[in-house]
């Protein structure tokens, strides 16, 4: 079932929106050249800080935003499985015992993709014509992995990049510690867990880390600067999407850049 | 001094209970749906691994009990398992001597085979170094013995000894649990257990320094099992 | 009563952990042998996942109708000529587990693992009493001797060292020679097996826990590798059985349905090497066993929770399955949780138990990798029952201030997405124009929970949603 020229709505999460806009771009790139017509509406964020603080009554004001603006779309796709994860399990949960808002929030629920997982699995996209040469090792999102399902889609698209080799990480899918606002409230506690992710990363040999989380990916991007470890670090659509002449997550500005 | 209205931890907590539930406890249909699945006791899932042929849950019950470090040998009839545990007992450097149960089972086996054998009849109290039961049945499923106690079978003879020999007739060997238990339940009627079933796979062990895995913690070193005839 | 907690501290408890050389060492294990063994042993069963499935409902049937299974089971028991008793809170299991003890004189208690003994503190309560409790579970032993609580609720040792265990040897076997080899753990538990053999032998009363209560037959089930269960209840007197209401299952078949996903999610075997049901004390004719058994049956909290939002967490079999594979557990330990349960299963029940302004942290501590859920044989969704609880503290205004102030700061913003994107162009602009050229913050005000241990990377220059808008088509 080839879903093309189908309307997107692009959730482009909040840290994107703020730290890393190419990740938007290169998401845009990926689904147009795909066929599909992208658009992105005004938006903030899908309200996990608030979940997973709480305040459900927050939640509920931004998940309510959310859904309107994004509910006439065909698809609702995100470069996050943390946040596919949040719109699309969470939200219905929300709105349990409310029958109005709960018929919508299924109905949204059922059009929101994680990106990658969109491309392979709904748009049936086989390979990307990007080049990237080079060792990458990848790390599994825990939302993505564990909510979405979300494995086999990357690496299956990674091995259509050109000149990319892809070696995996020890317990590639076990948590970077980031963990939202944990790794603030835990810092300690999260830094033990990345130490350990970052040493499983180098010892990979690879020279780019990628995944489909802006939040794990700036957290061990950090943590390998921080040990000096000569790791790039980018998002997966980069990749994918051919657009990687932007310095890495963390990276320099390179000259012609100032 | 208790006051004619003060409710007993009992009474506390099936109020507590009820309240939770939204139940006052007298709902006909809900006793219903109790009484009839302890009556009806359902199986659930059943792994298949055991529902093979007679030899072959033979085979499987073999494999699985080594594979928990037991050990087992065939013989043919209740005439070799005299001479087998004399094999065991020589084979490991120990006293000629083994406690056993006053199992019909057991009596019945010419322990006069053997004749340097001494065989007492009893619990254990701690100073034996081999013990010989006679097991209710083996499932293969597992590898497990099923023991029941009663004063043919007393189970210190499972605990205390370093050495217990266990006789099982082949026939005797199931494929799952609830095969077992059917048995159970035939031999001791409906909602009826003897004292302890011992269900045991394997000799005692212990991983808990520094998860390190040892035999002979508390119970046997060495679980050996006479399994007898053909399945 | 219930033993004191240090979940408060849990903060400063991480803080140790992660500093203590010997246990960061023995926690290495745990992620390594734990896990391997449990997906081998799940992977060669191919009903395992269907199991899973029946447990759940198994468990989910049974709290539906808990006062009935409770009622038929109290009535088996007592027909086979074991006794029930009742106890709302911890004081009163401990009242009546003291009075069994007295009416038989006893002076040693030999004690099979149990965690609601844990939970009830009811060593403590027996030797201030003046009745000496023994453990007999390998890893209870060590850890009694070191006047420590479990740290994890299957393997209670798990935390130490070889090296630190011949330490606790040498230190309380004054009885045996100084300078006696202990290299092999083997020597070790030979040692501990020969001691404990004596007071196996001299007890007048056994307690153990129970993994299982069955209604129909009135039967109580443990589940040990060592045996030490088993010498528990068959030489003493009496034996005493302390199990909370919801370790009860309808029939034996049930159990049966439990026991196989208990064993392979706990410790990767296919058995535990003993599996024991137990019916009644000795019968007439038997010729050993206990002359009298009790069970007592345990709320402290429980019946509580049936009504409420935390009610699938009285499935919980207590396999430990979660905490071996949960990410904060392999780097701070089970003592950092500060009380009997730790990990996410001790994240979600604690709070219920002693309640949630003392472990308010336990909850807070995860990052909700999911990992615990998907590796509950009976399929909590530990994830979301840890999220209740920060809604509970939220709604109670038990977080830190400055944690409510934060979030209500962006809230603000966040429930207004306008003023949202103007604000973050702002932000945008601002932190690219001080970290661009580096690419990246070492430190950054207001972020020090972040910069203490990472780089923070210089966002690109505008907002994404900033430069969509001039994008020409």
């Given at each position: 079932m080839v879903e093309r020229g189908k309307r997107v709505g692009l959730f482009v999460t909040c840290l994107v929106d703020l730290i890393r806009p190419s990740v938007g771009f290169a998401a845009a790139k990926l689904l147009e050249d795909a066929g599909c017509t992208v658009d992105v509406p005004l938006q903030s964020c899908c309200g996990q800080p608030a979940f997973n603080s709480g305040d459900r009554q927050t939640t509920r004001a931004i998940a309510e935003q959310v859904i309107d603006a994004?509910?006439?779309?065909?698809y609702v796709v995100a470069p996050s499985g943390s946040c596919t994860g949040m719109l699309k399990v969470h939200y219905p949960e929300l709105f349990e015992g409310d029958p109005n808002w709960r018929a919508r929030a299924d109905a949204f629920s059922a059009k929101c993709y994680e990106l990658v997982s969109f491309l392979v699995?709904?748009?049936?996209?086989?390979?990307?014509?990007a080049h990237f040469p080079g060792n990458v090792t990848y790390h599994d999102s825990c939302s993505g992995l564990r909510?979405?399902?979300?494995?086999a889609q990357p690496r299956r698209l990674l091995g259509t990049v050109q000149g990319l080799t892809l070696t995996e990480m020890k317990d590639a899918d076990v948590c970077c510690g980031f963990g939202g606002t944990f790794c603030v409230k835990y810092p300690d506690i999260s830094n033990a867990i990345v130490t350990k992710k970052a040493a499983n990363v180098a010892a990979t040999g690879a020279q780019t880390l990628l995944a489909g989380d802006l939040g794990c990916l700036m957290n061990m991007a950090g943590k390998l600067q921080r040990e000096g470890k000569a790791v790039d670090v980018r998002h997966v659509a980069e990749v994918l999407a051919g657009m990687t002449s932007e310095p890495p997550i963390g990276g320099p500005a390179r000259g012609d850049n100032l | 001094m208790e006051e004619p209205h003060e409710m007993s931890a009992r009474d506390t907590i099936f109020a507590s209970i009820r309240a939770a539930l939204g139940v006052n406890g007298h709902e006909a249909p809900r006793k219903k749906i109790v009484a009839d699945r302890i009556a009806g006791h359902p199986a659930g899932v059943v792994p298949q691994r055991g529902n093979i042929p007679p030899k072959e849950r033979l085979a499987l019950f073999v494999k699985m009990l080594e594979g928990a470090a037991g050990t087992v040998q065939a013989v043919a009839s209740a005439d070799e398992v005299p001479g087998a545990v004399g094999a065991f007992l020589r084979r490991h450097n120990l006293p000629l001597a083994i406690r056993r149960g006053g199992d019909e089972k057991l009596s019945s086996v010419p322990w006069s085979n053997e004749p340097s054998l001494e065989v007492s009849i009893g619990p254990s109290d701690g100073k034996q170094l081999a013990s010989v039961s006679h097991a209710f049945a083996g499932v293969a499923e597992t590898g497990t013995l099923v023991m029941t106690a009663s004063p043919d079978n007393p189970t210190t003879l499972n605990f205390l000894p370093d050495n217990h020999v266990v006789v099982l007739d082949a026939r005797d060997i199931r494929g799952d649990f609830e095969t077992a238990i059917a048995n159970l339940r035939e031999k001791y009627g409906e909602g009826a257990l003897p004292r302890v079933v011992n269900m045991i796979t394997g000799p005692s062990r212990s991983a808990d320094i520094e998860q390190t895995l040892i035999l002979g913690a508390h119970g046997p070193r060495r679980l050996h099992v006479i399994v007898v005839g053909e399945p | 009563m219930t033993g004191a907690s240090t979940s408060p501290q849990f903060k400063d408890n991480a803080r140790k952990a992660l500093a203590d050389v010997n246990l960061q060492t023995a926690l290495k294990v745990v992620e390594v042998n734990f896990i391997a063994r449990r997906q081998e042993v799940a992977d060669r069963l191919p009903e395992f996942e269907a199991l899973r499935d029946s447990a759940r409902d198994i468990k989910n049937h049974t709290l539906a109708h808990l006062d009935l299974y409770l009622d038929a089971y109290e009535q088996r028991v007592t027909a086979q000529g074991g006794k029930v008793h009742y106890a709302v809170d911890a004081d009163e299991a401990c009242r009546i587990a003291l009075e069994i003890c007295r009416k038989l004189d006893a002076r040693t208690v030999t004690k099979g693992k149990s965690m609601i003994g844990e939970e009830i503190g009811i060593n403590a309560f027996l030797e201030a009493n003046g009745i000496t409790p023994v453990e007999t579970d390998l890893g209870e032993y060590i850890i009694q001797i070191r006047n420590e609580l479990p740290s994890h609720i299957i393997a209670p040792a798990v935390h130490l060292t070889k090296a630190q265990v011949e330490a606790d040897f040498r230190r309380v076997h004054?009885?045996?020679?100084?300078?006696?080899?202990?290299?092999?753990p083997e020597t070790m538990l030979a040692e501990a097996r020969a001691v404990l053999r004596e007071k196996f032998l001299a007890a007048d009363v056994g307690i153990t826990g129970a993994n299982f209560l069955i209604a129909e037959t009135g039967s109580s089930i443990i589940v040990t590798n060592e045996g030490n269960g088993d010498l528990t209840q068959t030489l003493p007197k009496a034996h005493i059985v302390l199990a909370s209401i919801e370790k009860l299952v309808p029939t034996l078949e049930d159990s049966a349905q439990m026991l196989r996903v208990l064993a392979r999610s706990a410790t990767g075997q296919e058995m535990s090497v003993y599996t024991t049901i137990s019916t009644g004390p000795r019968r007439m004719q038997d010729l050993d066993g206990p002359g009298e058994y009790h069970v007592i049956i345990l709320d402290n909290g429980r019946s509580a929770m049936l009504g409420g939002q935390f009610r699938e967490m009285l499935r919980c079999i207590r396999c430990g399955a979660c905490m071996n594979h949960c990410p904060v557990y392999h780097a701070?330990?089970?003592?950092?949780?500060?009380?009997v349960y730790p990990g996410p299963m001790g994240a979600v029940l604690t709070p219920s138990l002693i309640g949630l302004d003392k472990a308010g942290n336990l909850p807070n501590a995860s990052t909700f990798c999911g990992r615990c859920e998907e590796v509950c044989p009976v399929r909590i969704p530990l994830p979301k029952l840890m999220r209740h609880w920060r809604e509970r503290e939220f709604e109670r205004h038990l977080s830190p201030a400055t944690v409510r102030a934060g979030l209500r700061f962006w809230s603000f913003f966040a429930r207004r997405p306008r003023l949202y994107s103007f604000v973050t162009e702002i932000a945008a602009r601002a932190l690219t124009f001080f970290g661009h050229s580096r690419g990246r913050f070492g430190w950054l005000p207001l972020a020090g929970g972040w910069t203490k241990h990472r780089e923070f990377p210089s966002p690109q220059g505008r907002t994404f949603q900033s430069q969509w808008k001039n994008r020409t088509r």
């Amino acid at each position: 079932m080839v879903e093309r020229g189908k309307r997107v709505g692009l959730f482009v999460t909040c840290l994107v929106d703020l730290i890393r806009p190419s990740v938007g771009f290169a998401a845009a790139k990926l689904l147009e050249d795909a066929g599909c017509t992208v658009d992105v509406p005004l938006q903030s964020c899908c309200g996990q800080p608030a979940f997973n603080s709480g305040d459900r009554q927050t939640t509920r004001a931004i998940a309510e935003q959310v859904i309107d603006a994004f509910e006439g779309y065909d698809y609702v796709v995100a470069p996050s499985g943390s946040c596919t994860g949040m719109l699309k399990v969470h939200y219905p949960e929300l709105f349990e015992g409310d029958p109005n808002w709960r018929a919508r929030a299924d109905a949204f629920s059922a059009k929101c993709y994680e990106l990658v997982s969109f491309l392979v699995d709904v748009l049936r996209v086989e390979r990307v014509s990007a080049h990237f040469p080079g060792n990458v090792t990848y790390h599994d999102s825990c939302s993505g992995l564990r909510e979405l399902e979300v494995h086999a889609q990357p690496r299956r698209l990674l091995g259509t990049v050109q000149g990319l080799t892809l070696t995996e990480m020890k317990d590639a899918d076990v948590c970077c510690g980031f963990g939202g606002t944990f790794c603030v409230k835990y810092p300690d506690i999260s830094n033990a867990i990345v130490t350990k992710k970052a040493a499983n990363v180098a010892a990979t040999g690879a020279q780019t880390l990628l995944a489909g989380d802006l939040g794990c990916l700036m957290n061990m991007a950090g943590k390998l600067q921080r040990e000096g470890k000569a790791v790039d670090v980018r998002h997966v659509a980069e990749v994918l999407a051919g657009m990687t002449s932007e310095p890495p997550i963390g990276g320099p500005a390179r000259g012609d850049n100032l | 001094m208790e006051e004619p209205h003060e409710m007993s931890a009992r009474d506390t907590i099936f109020a507590s209970i009820r309240a939770a539930l939204g139940v006052n406890g007298h709902e006909a249909p809900r006793k219903k749906i109790v009484a009839d699945r302890i009556a009806g006791h359902p199986a659930g899932v059943v792994p298949q691994r055991g529902n093979i042929p007679p030899k072959e849950r033979l085979a499987l019950f073999v494999k699985m009990l080594e594979g928990a470090a037991g050990t087992v040998q065939a013989v043919a009839s209740a005439d070799e398992v005299p001479g087998a545990v004399g094999a065991f007992l020589r084979r490991h450097n120990l006293p000629l001597a083994i406690r056993r149960g006053g199992d019909e089972k057991l009596s019945s086996v010419p322990w006069s085979n053997e004749p340097s054998l001494e065989v007492s009849i009893g619990p254990s109290d701690g100073k034996q170094l081999a013990s010989v039961s006679h097991a209710f049945a083996g499932v293969a499923e597992t590898g497990t013995l099923v023991m029941t106690a009663s004063p043919d079978n007393p189970t210190t003879l499972n605990f205390l000894p370093d050495n217990h020999v266990v006789v099982l007739d082949a026939r005797d060997i199931r494929g799952d649990f609830e095969t077992a238990i059917a048995n159970l339940r035939e031999k001791y009627g409906e909602g009826a257990l003897p004292r302890v079933v011992n269900m045991i796979t394997g000799p005692s062990r212990s991983a808990d320094i520094e998860q390190t895995l040892i035999l002979g913690a508390h119970g046997p070193r060495r679980l050996h099992v006479i399994v007898v005839g053909e399945p | 009563m219930t033993g004191a907690s240090t979940s408060p501290q849990f903060k400063d408890n991480a803080r140790k952990a992660l500093a203590d050389v010997n246990l960061q060492t023995a926690l290495k294990v745990v992620e390594v042998n734990f896990i391997a063994r449990r997906q081998e042993v799940a992977d060669r069963l191919p009903e395992f996942e269907a199991l899973r499935d029946s447990a759940r409902d198994i468990k989910n049937h049974t709290l539906a109708h808990l006062d009935l299974y409770l009622d038929a089971y109290e009535q088996r028991v007592t027909a086979q000529g074991g006794k029930v008793h009742y106890a709302v809170d911890a004081d009163e299991a401990c009242r009546i587990a003291l009075e069994i003890c007295r009416k038989l004189d006893a002076r040693t208690v030999t004690k099979g693992k149990s965690m609601i003994g844990e939970e009830i503190g009811i060593n403590a309560f027996l030797e201030a009493n003046g009745i000496t409790p023994v453990e007999t579970d390998l890893g209870e032993y060590i850890i009694q001797i070191r006047n420590e609580l479990p740290s994890h609720i299957i393997a209670p040792a798990v935390h130490l060292t070889k090296a630190q265990v011949e330490a606790d040897f040498r230190r309380v076997h004054t009885h045996l020679p100084a300078d006696r080899n202990m290299v092999e753990p083997e020597t070790m538990l030979a040692e501990a097996r020969a001691v404990l053999r004596e007071k196996f032998l001299a007890a007048d009363v056994g307690i153990t826990g129970a993994n299982f209560l069955i209604a129909e037959t009135g039967s109580s089930i443990i589940v040990t590798n060592e045996g030490n269960g088993d010498l528990t209840q068959t030489l003493p007197k009496a034996h005493i059985v302390l199990a909370s209401i919801e370790k009860l299952v309808p029939t034996l078949e049930d159990s049966a349905q439990m026991l196989r996903v208990l064993a392979r999610s706990a410790t990767g075997q296919e058995m535990s090497v003993y599996t024991t049901i137990s019916t009644g004390p000795r019968r007439m004719q038997d010729l050993d066993g206990p002359g009298e058994y009790h069970v007592i049956i345990l709320d402290n909290g429980r019946s509580a929770m049936l009504g409420g939002q935390f009610r699938e967490m009285l499935r919980c079999i207590r396999c430990g399955a979660c905490m071996n594979h949960c990410p904060v557990y392999h780097a701070v330990g089970g003592h950092a949780y500060g009380w009997v349960y730790p990990g996410p299963m001790g994240a979600v029940l604690t709070p219920s138990l002693i309640g949630l302004d003392k472990a308010g942290n336990l909850p807070n501590a995860s990052t909700f990798c999911g990992r615990c859920e998907e590796v509950c044989p009976v399929r909590i969704p530990l994830p979301k029952l840890m999220r209740h609880w920060r809604e509970r503290e939220f709604e109670r205004h038990l977080s830190p201030a400055t944690v409510r102030a934060g979030l209500r700061f962006w809230s603000f913003f966040a429930r207004r997405p306008r003023l949202y994107s103007f604000v973050t162009e702002i932000a945008a602009r601002a932190l690219t124009f001080f970290g661009h050229s580096r690419g990246r913050f070492g430190w950054l005000p207001l972020a020090g929970g972040w910069t203490k241990h990472r780089e923070f990377p210089s966002p690109q220059g505008r907002t994404f949603q900033s430069q969509w808008k001039n994008r020409t088509r």
